[in-house]
Structures are given as structure tokens and as C-alpha cells.
């Protein structure tokens, strides 16, 4: 089965996500198993975020493997008592593939996206955009030894 639809909800965090509305394209198969309906496939789309070094937009193409487990029966917990991850009830009649797909595109989301791996970033003192000065630097002086700074200060005088 293969359909694209537009995504109803974002897809993902405030940094990186699919963002409403946006196409995705899902290729899936459903086996029939004892334990139900086994769903297995990719979901494509590409996400809009920020890089989170020097904040320009980044478009990253997401290619999500999908698989669950869907059941009609109960879904028994583990000894921790929690439900297994790729386990999802079935109504008998229809799937509902929003869960599995969501889950699968936001583990493919990085963390911290970059707009490229080498980004230098943005200034940690003046914000400065350092791609465009790449000699750009301040003088800082360490905290702890300002107060030996007063000392050279008095001795210029």
C-alpha cells in the first residue's frame, strides 16, 4: 500500500519537525499473523527546523522505517509493567497508522540539527555570525585573575 496525505499535526519538537500540512509519503505492507496484523514500510517527508548552532532554516529529508504490531486482543505488559513499544490495539475494522507513524519519524529527527556538519555558529559574547568573520574573537580575560589585572593597571599609571 502506498499513499501521500498531507500530515495533520506537526510531526516532531519547536527545533525540528514535520510541520502540518506538509506531504508525506507512506509505502506499507500488512501481513496477517497469529498474534494480528503486522505493518511494515518507510514514511518520507522532510522536516523544517533551525540549525541549533548559528539558527538558519534546515531541511532535512526524512526516510522512517514503520513496523508495528497491531492486535485485538489485549496488549500485555512487560515485567515492568509497560506496554511494548511496537504493540497497537486493533479495532477489528481499521488501523489507525498515526502512532506508528509519528513515532517512527521523530526517532529520525536529530537532536540538535545542523544546517551542515562543520557550522561554526554564532558568537557566545555578541552573536556575531562566525561564518562570515571567521577571525572574529574578543578579549576575554579569565574571572579569577581580574584582580591581578588592577595590579598592571596601577603600575601603567
Avoid at 525540528?16 to 501481513?31: C, F, H, K, Q, T
Avoid at 523544517?48 to 497491531?70: K, S
Wanted: hydrophobic content about 35%.
Amino acid at each position: 500500500m502506498s499513499e501521500s496525505f498531507a500530515v495533520p499535526q506537526a510531526l516532531g519538537t519547536d527545533i525540528i519537525s514535520v510541520p502540518e500540512g506538509a506531504d508525506l509519503e507512506l509505502n506499507v505492507s500488512l501481513e496477517s499473523v497469529s498474534e494480528g496484523i503486522w505493518v511494515s514500510g518507510t514514511a518520507r517527508a522532510q522536516a523544517l527546523g533551525e540549525c541549533g548552532r548559528c539558527l538558519d532554516e534546515v531541511r532535512l529529508d526524512v526516510d522512517a522505517t514503520v513496523q508495528g504490531l497491531f492486535t485485538v486482543g489485549e496488549i500485555e505488559s512487560d515485567e515492568d509493567g509497560e506496554e511494548p513499544e511496537d504493540v497497537f490495539k486493533f479495532d477489528g475494522e481499521s488501523l489507525d497508522l498515526e502512532d506508528v507513524v509519528r513515532d517512527a519519524v521523530v526517532m529520525k529527527l536529530p537532536f540538535t540539527p545542523l544546517c551542515r556538519p562543520d557550522c561554526p555558529g554564532l558568537c557566545d559574547q555578541c552573536g556575531a555570525r562566525l561564518e562570515n568573520d571567521p577571525d572574529h574573537a574578543h578579549e576575554a580575560i579569565d574571572p579569577r585573575w581580574s584582580a591581578l589585572q588592577s595590579l598592571t593597571e596601577q603600575k601603567e599609571s
